[in-house]
């Protein structure tokens, strides 16, 4: 695991993953939502991001985090392992209210500064559609992607705890 990409649908714990994920393996996470926003939510034009996103595939050794779906397939082309943290929507729900009143009026650590945190019906309706607009995308991409990447598929906080017990087990039988 050299290049990986950690995706999933808004509080299914793609940073908090990716930043343990990184920490364990010794490699440098990018949180695409610090790239992404500008300072009051403001998005950069289509081709600035897809340059962004572009360099920031091009490194050797990187966790990328986030979903962006217009740059996801660009993603796919550059990393070497895929994880999809396919959580259930109501604990999804419930981990961005958490996160909401925790970092209220102010970024969290993986966002762009000038960013409070917000809960809008915007998202909370992308996150409780998820699994039937984005997934379904998702899944066939990991299903086309599979043959040539290492997919990783976690359900539950559970297979998560698991997946780092194992990467951490790895890396200490290999000192």
């Given amino acids: 695991m050299r290049k990986v990409l950690v995706i999933g649908p808004g509080g ?17 996470v990018k949180h695409l939502d610090a790239f992404y926003w500008r300072a009051g939510w403001t998005k950069p034009s289509n081709d600035e991001w897809i340059k962004t996103v572009t360099e920031l595939a091009s490194g050797d050794v990187w966790i990328m985090d986030g979903n962006f779906g217009g740059t996801l397939e660009l993603r796919l082309k550059h990393c070497d392992t895929i994880i999809f943290l396919d959580m259930p929507r109501l604990l999804c729900l419930w981990r961005v209210t958490k996160r909401r009143l925790r970092y209220r009026n102010r970024s969290r650590p993986d966002m762009a500064e000038g960013c409070a945190e917000k809960l ?37 906080n559970a297979e998560v705890e698991r997946f780092l017990q194992s990467v951490g087990g790895v890396l200490d039988g290999q000192t």
């Fill in 12 to 28: 299914s714990g793609k940073s908090t993953f990716a930043k343990c994920l990184g920490e364990l393996l010794n490699i440098p």
């Fill in 120 to 156: 809008d019906l915007e998202f909370i309706e992308w996150i409780w559609n998820y699994s039937r607009t984005s997934r379904p995308k998702v899944v066939r991409l990991l299903n086309e992607h599979s043959g040539s990447k290492q997919v990783v598929w976690l359900r539950s």
